[in-house]
Each structure stands twice: as C-alpha cells, then as structure tokens.
C-alpha cells in the first residue's frame, strides 16, 4: 500500500501570511496513463472534507486562487498565499494512482494563531 | 445541484449488522464508479470501499474484507453499505462519495458499535 505523509501536522498561521503544507508519498504517484493521482481536501469541524485541489495542480470550481498545488513524483505541496480566518481546518492529501487501496494522509490541523 | 445524502447510521452492538444508504442525484449516477469513506471520531480519513458504475466489480479495504459488502442500485440512484460483525473499531462517520475524483461528498451518518 502507497504510504501518504503530511508535515507539519499542526500548523499556526497568522492572517494574511502564507502557509505551505508538504505531503509525501511512498512510492510515485505517476500513472501509467501518466496523470498523478494527488487530490487535496479541506474539511472544516463537523463538515464533510471538500475537494480543494485534483491532479496536483487543479484548483476545483470555486475554490479561491490563493490555494495552489504543486510537485512530482513523490514530494508534494499544498500552499495557501494569504490565510484568511475561513482557511481553518485540516487538510488531507489522497492518492488514487495505485489502488486499492486508496490511501489518504493524517492530515495538518491549521488554526489561526 | 448534486447532492449525496446518507442514511441508516446509528447505535448497534459488537457482532451486529447495519445497512448504510446514499442517495444521489445531480449527476449520472449510474456512469460513477462510487466510494465509502469513514472518519472515526477525532481521526482522519480512511477509504472503505468501491463500486464500478455496473456494481461488477468491487474493491475494500483490508480491515473490512468478509465483513462489509458494497453495492448499488442504479435505477434507484442509490449506493448501500452492509457491514455485518461490526466491531468497535469500525465506530465512524461514514461518507459516500464519487469515486475516482473524489469530487463530490455526503454530509455522513454516524454508526456507533458498543455494548
């Protein structure tokens, strides 16, 4: 089973600062059909997880351009250029290149400082 | 607008059987390879289960392999979750989702296993 990793795993952010949160995998998450796999999710406290970014870089319909997603192979990035107080929650890496299973990360709890 | 909504969580013992419902619509459903996803309280996520968009084929995840059966009815729009032998590990909110993307999500129904 491919291994997701998340770090940090808290992360205190101050308004209007950047944020970066790594995630890493523990084998490459490129397709043979040579798409990577890598989504990122929010989920606010007592919310169902929403589909931030797909295919490492694809920011979803509605999701603010402030968030955006990098990376390859195995080292990927989710940053966020300004947090704003909404941006509060953990977020999740998933990969969906090899499975099953597909595996998600522990995910990083970002508060506001 | 697309929606899933889930149903028939609760309360069940040790050894005890629940059936889940989803409900879908606002999308093809019947062209949707479909997911169950659990979050047991405090703790992250965790893929149960997959169904190809015909119900042939159907994956799980290790810990619920013999236990849990995934299945879908698609002239209903609808995926189910039957977990027999229930332990209290599988305690969680359980969420339906669109497979594959992973682009869509319920809002979840608790299932509770204690004696």
């Known amino acids: 089973d491919v291994v997701m990793t998340q770090s940090p795993l808290s992360l205190p952010v101050t308004l209007g600062q950047p944020a970066s949160i790594s995630c890493r995998s523990s084998?490459?998450?490129?397709?043979?059909?040579?798409?990577?796999?890598l989504n990122w999710f929010h989920q606010r406290p007592g919310q169902s997880p929403r589909r931030l970014i797909y295919?490492?870089?694809n920011r979803d319909s509605g999701v603010p351009d402030r968030f955006s997603g990098s990376g390859s192979g195995t080292d990927f990035t989710l940053r966020i250029s300004r947090v704003e107080a909404e941006d509060v929650g953990t977020y999740y890496c998933?990969?969906?290149?090899?499975?099953?299973?597909?595996?998600f990360g522990p995910g990083t709890k970002v508060e506001i400082k | 607008e697309v929606q899933l909504v889930e149903s028939g969580g609760g309360l069940v013992q040790p050894g005890g059987s629940l059936r889940l419902s989803c409900a879908a619509s606002?999308?093809?459903?019947?062209?949707?390879?479909m997911s169950w996803v659990r979050q047991a309280p405090g703790k992250g996520l965790e893929w149960v289960a997959n169904?190809?968009?015909?119900?042939?084929?159907?994956y799980y995840v290790d810990s619920v392999k013999g236990r849990f059966t995934i299945s879908r009815d698609n002239a209903k729009n609808s995926l189910y979750l039957q977990m027999d032998s229930l332990r209290v590990e599988d305690t969680a909110v359980y969420y339906c989702?669109?497979?594959?993307?992973?682009?869509?999500w319920g809002q979840g129904t608790l299932v509770t296993v204690s004696s």
């Open positions: 989702a669109r497979a594959g993307d992973f682009d869509f």
């Open positions: 606002g999308f093809t459903f019947s062209s949707s390879w």
């Open positions: 169904t190809q968009p015909d119900g042939s084929e159907k």
């Open positions: 084998q490459s998450l490129v397709h043979s059909d040579g798409n990577t796999y």
């Open positions: 295919k490492v870089s």
């Open positions: 998933m990969q969906g290149t090899h499975w099953p299973p597909v595996t």
